[in-house]
């Protein structure tokens, strides 16, 4: 059973920095992308970023150059530094897991989640 496990998540201040991690445990493949979706309030789910199994990112255009991803193949760990924050990235931030080795933003290309952890960035 995978399971995906996150922390790093609070409260700051805009303009201030977070680094979210992401344990897997359970798994059984070698060749498998990682990344975050979040979650505003009153929002839909929405993609952020995702390294793939090669170790290439890929962000959405509203994180880019603030954001960055980056994996521990060893540990089967996900990071993703998040500075420069502003109110807007206020969210519930999920990690995810997928089977493919370089997914886009479609949440149906993912098929383990994390139960989230909570992002709060004041003004």
């Known amino acids: 059973q995978v399971q995906l496990v996150e922390s790093g998540g609070g409260l700051v201040q805009a303009g201030g920095s977070l680094r979210l991690s992401c344990i897997a445990s359970?798994?059984?493949?070698?060749?498998?992308?990682m990344g975050w979706f979040r979650q505003a309030p009153g929002k839909e789910r929405a993609f952020v970023a995702r390294?793939?199994?090669?170790?290439?990112?890929y962000y959405t255009d509203s994180v880019k150059g603030r954001f960055t991803i980056s994996r521990d193949g060893v540990k089967n760990t996900v990071h993703m530094q998040m500075n420069s924050l502003k109110p807007e990235d206020t969210a519930v931030y999920y990690c995810v897991k997928s089977s493919r080795r370089a997914p886009g933003s479609y949440r149906s290309e993912y098929d383990y989640w994390g139960q989230g952890t909570q992002v709060t960035v004041s003004s």
């Open positions: 390294i793939s199994s090669g170790g290439s990112p």
């Open positions: 359970g798994l059984t493949d070698r060749s498998y992308a």
